[in-house]
């Protein structure tokens, strides 16, 4: 059996995720293949060129370095067409239908009497749709074999668009929770230095990490944390941003005017820095307010061993935040939630802060790369004797005419 893994671009958390699935699956007695349209995607372009050696089986690439954002859609999806059609794949495990990976992997899978399954984290209320793209998403849904999907907090979003629990599989957002652990660990007992300047050592900042873009909501974090130090006068958290975008500047504007000496911002560091700022932090802030499919720093947060506080529109809130357990969830429009929020965690004893922390890295467990391996053997078992036709006349000529509708350009 061959199963080709189709991605726009394998960067930042991918490749740990595609080692762990094709080792799975290698050692299961499969042949794989690993297709990525780019090796350059201008949205992560501060993340440090990854090592596809790595990947035990063939690694395609079809555009090379051309940017993710220049390619024409129509163009991007002929290409995929035809490397499958020069491999002709059992299965296709995919990324989303809004781009033409996935819509194109679905086409090829129908014409070609294969098994598709897609990867996908978006919900219902992550991005307002017209109806008539809940109506396309669920005739193209009909025609695919098995849906991946973060946790149980997307199940009634892809029910909606009318794929059957029985078809719904978890993990697409996992982490290298081993990975993080153990770097926590090394820096903690000071066999590894911090090699950023600037980082405080003994967890006296709240954390906040990612694009300094709108639906971040850093704004608010911001505005959160003004009100906060005017009700804590001593003993208070320092703020610290890392991240870079296209807010960036005035976020910084917005703290200058307030002259406050404990907001410090960072521009990105590499992935193999980040466990520096989690483990000296004292908890993970991430405040957005729409769009946040799943949040991956929570994850590596709680990996590391740090509390959080996370808005409870991100993806993984409803997953991973435990109400006074190991953080808070808050209304990311409600800065006064927030502040509260910031103001119960500097109230806790150091204790209770390694308590929380403790229980971030017990909680986490589960999202691991193990996780994701054995749910896609899980799907394919179950999906071989699946129907693999059309399930309308009506599904070919979207599949023919659809390409996505997200703009890599944006």
């Given amino acids: 059996m061959l199963l080709a893994i189709l991605h726009l671009n394998f960067s930042i958390n991918w490749l740990s995720r595609i080692k762990a699935i094709t080792d799975k699956l290698i050692s299961e007695g499969k042949k794989v293949i690993v297709i990525e349209v780019s090796r350059n995607d201008n949205t992560y372009s501060f993340a440090s060129p990854i090592n596809r050696e790595d990947i035990n089986c063939k690694w395609i690439t079809l555009f090379g370095d051309i940017p993710l954002q220049s390619i024409n859609p129509y163009k991007m999806s002929r290409e995929i067409y035809t490397v499958l059609e020069k491999f002709i794949p059992d299965v296709v495990i995919s990324s989303a239908i809004a781009f033409p990976t996935g819509s194109t992997s679905v086409r090829w899978c129908r014409n070609r009497r294969k098994i598709s399954i897609i990867m996908d984290d978006s919900r219902v209320a992550d991005v307002p749709r017209p109806f008539y793209v809940n109506l396309i998403k669920r005739h193209i849904y ?17 029910k909606f668009w009318g794929i059957k629990e029985e078809k719904i599989f978890y993990g697409t957002n996992v982490t290298d929770i081993a990975k993080f652990e153990e770097a926590s660990r090394r820096i903690r007992m000071g066999i590894d230095k911090p090699n950023i300047k600037g980082i405080p050592t003994n967890g006296s900042y709240f954390l906040g990490i990612g694009r300094q873009i709108r639906k971040k909501n850093w704004k608010s974090l911001i505005e959160a944390y003004i009100l ?14 890392v991240g870079e975008g296209n807010e960036s500047d005035e976020l910084m504007r917005i703290a200058n005017n307030h002259k406050l000496d404990g907001i410090h911002f960072h521009k990105f560091c590499s992935p193999e820095s980040v466990s520096y700022y989690y483990t000296s932090a004292a908890a993970l802030i991430l405040p957005s307010f729409y769009g946040e499919t799943w949040g991956n720093v929570v994850t590596e947060a709680m990996a590391s061993s740090l509390p959080v506080i996370v808005s409870n529109n991100c993806g993984c809130a409803s997953s991973l935040v435990k109400e006074n357990i190991n953080g808070w969830q ?75 509708r997200f703009n890599l350009a944006e």
């Fill in 330 to 404: 808050f209304n990311p429009t409600d800065v006064e939630d927030l502040a509260k929020k910031l103001i119960n965690f500097t109230d806790l004893s150091p204790a209770a802060r390694i308590e929380m922390g403790r229980m971030s890295n017990i909680i986490c467990k589960k999202w691991s790369l193990e996780y994701l391996a054995e749910n896609i053997s899980l799907a394919v078992k179950k999906c071989m004797s699946d129907n693999r036709n059309y399930r309308h006349p009506i599904d070919y000529f979207i599949l023919f005419i659809w390409r996505g």
């Fill in 142 to 158: 009909s025609n695919i074999n098995a849906m991946f999907v973060p946790a149980e907090s997307h199940l009634e979003s892809y």
């Fill in 228 to 241: 906060y130090r005017k009700i804590v006068k001593e003993n208070y958290l320092d703020l610290l941003l």
